[in-house]
């Protein structure tokens, strides 16, 4: 079921490794990062439904910081992911690299619109748009967050260690231990 994997080809063996130049001591900072937008901006649906519920202004309140903590936060991750994406060519070579980066400007520009949205006045622009908004933006947020997470553990990007051995002359990679 949930993590099966079918038997590697031979030649596919070892998991390609593209360690992140963006990094600290080799850890990725874009990673360090992504957690505070996805926590931010997830949680702003709930906040807003929150409020649809009990009609207190602490959760639109809430809502509206989650909002900007979201953008910026998000905006700071984006910078360090865009150095990763610029930098290594061998992430521009993916599709799921482009999704990625396109999905998350996306958004960015979303959770830009909530702002704006919410700034006025952070209770009235909760029903109908703010809901409408957020909720887009959660959804936005899982498919950013599971291209992102094709990149580095399908793809291994920002996985640092040995490089595999060459391909031998049928194209094989000996078996990582
Ligand atoms: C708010 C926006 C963004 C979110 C929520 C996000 C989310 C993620 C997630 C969840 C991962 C997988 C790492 C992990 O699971 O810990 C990832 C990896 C990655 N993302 Fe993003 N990302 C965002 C913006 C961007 C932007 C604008 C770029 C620029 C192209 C980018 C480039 C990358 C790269 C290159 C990786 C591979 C790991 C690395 O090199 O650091 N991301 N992202």
Redesign the pocket.
Known sequence: MFGRSRKPAPHKKYTRKVP?V?ALHKH????ML?VF??AFLGTMLLTDLAWLLLREEFWAVVSFWLNIGGLVM?VV??A???G??LI?RE?RNHVS?WS??IA??M??ALAAAGVWLRWPDPVAAVWPWGLLLSAVTAGA?MV??W???T???RHG??VYGEKPPPPDAEGNTPAAE
């Not at 990725?28 to 990673?31: A, E, G, T």
């Open positions: 992140s963006m990725p900072i874009h990673p992504v937008p996805i998000g991750a984006g360090f992911g865009m990763d994406f290594l992430v690299a990625h980066f998350a400007v958004l960015l947020v950013v967050g291209l992102g997470g990149l580095s553990f990007i920002g």
